[in-house]
């Protein structure tokens, strides 16, 4: 892999509820800008307006509940504009682009959660993106029962499911990490923060090639 010195490169965060995904976003961009980095933060859902619109919606209580393809599609017109609007523009300037959620989430969540067939997932995910993979994904473990504990405010859907469902996520993360194990860094969500970013640091140093 070139060095993230010379070029732009994408880091995704994913994990299941409470993973503490977006404090360490926070943690890592810090770090990288202190080494002189021009870093880019965002998310998925609402990293654009029209992201937002549909955060709005996947956190409204429906009367009749999202069909599991609706949902995913909702994911995917976020991910298509996100896409096109941020992220690539971030990577095309030679940023490094931090990503709370990515194209494993819907794979996790719509994929091995709510049992659409992860082929149908990986083609949307690749027409939304163009194609577009990270250069490294972190992963925050956390056992659902700890997760969900420490996030109290479960807005989107996928926060207010069954523990059964949130079990089949964390498995549907940890599979996909077993079969991309040159683009995946596991890291016990459970540690303190101290310890989870500095995890984190020593993966993009030795995955990004920086130092």
Known sequence: MAGAESRGA??????????GKTTLAAQMAQWLRDKGQTVCVTREPGGT????LIEGILQEEQSSPLSPLAELLLF????TQHVSEVIVPALNARRLVVCDRFTDS???YQGYGRGLGLELIRRLN????????PDLTLLLDVPPEVGLSRDGDQKHL???ETLEFHERVRGGFLELARAEPERFVVIDGTLVLEEVTERAITAIRERLLLR
């Open 126 to 133: 690749d027409e939304a993106t163009c194609g577009l993979k």
């Open 76 to 79: 995917e017109a976020d991910r």
């Open 49 to 52: 307006e029209l992201g937002k």
């Open 106 to 108: 819907s794979l996790a």
């Open 158 to 160: 996928t926060g207010r």
């Open 10 to 19: 994408l880091i995704t965060l994913e994990g299941g509820e409470g993973s």
